[in-house]
Nanobody
Framework: QVQLVESGGGLVQPGGSLRLSCASSRSVFSFRAMGWYRQAPGKQREWVATITSTGNTNYLDSVKGRFTASSDNDKNTVYLQMNSLKPEDTGVYYC????????WGQGTQVTVSS
């Protein structure tokens, strides 16, 4: 069983930054990819970003240029650096590990508000 634990969420003003972490109980390089998703109140969960085991990244159009996904295998952790945050970025952020099975973390709340 794989455990994923997100952290780093919080309340931030528009234009601010946060860095989310997702700590894995297994090497992140053992997965095909690690993804970040978010779910705003009353909305469906949406994909935000992916980082593959080879280091390739992809982003939702609305976060391109503002969010950066990275990984640190020594720490079994992936990160999502979020800059220039907007109120519409508010939601619960989840990480997902894509391997033989998909594994989800419990989520961390991000609130962007003045």
């Amino acid at each position: 069983q794989v455990q994923l634990v997100e952290s780093g969420g919080g309340l931030v003003q528009p234009g601010g930054s946060l860095r989310l972490s997702c700590a894995s109980s297994r090497s992140v390089f053992s997965f095909r990819a690690m993804g970040w998703y978010r779910q705003a109140p009353g909305k469906q969960r949406e994909w935000v970003a992916t980082i593959t085991s080879t280091g390739n990244t992809n982003y939702l159009d609305s976060v391109k240029g503002r969010f950066t996904a990275s990984s640190d295998n020594d720490k079994n952790t992936v990160y999502l650096q979020m800059n220039s945050l907007k109120p519409e970025d508010t939601g619960v952020y989840y990480c997902k590990a894509d391997g033989t099975y998909g594994y989800w973390g419990q989520g961390t709340q991000v609130t962007v508000s003045s």
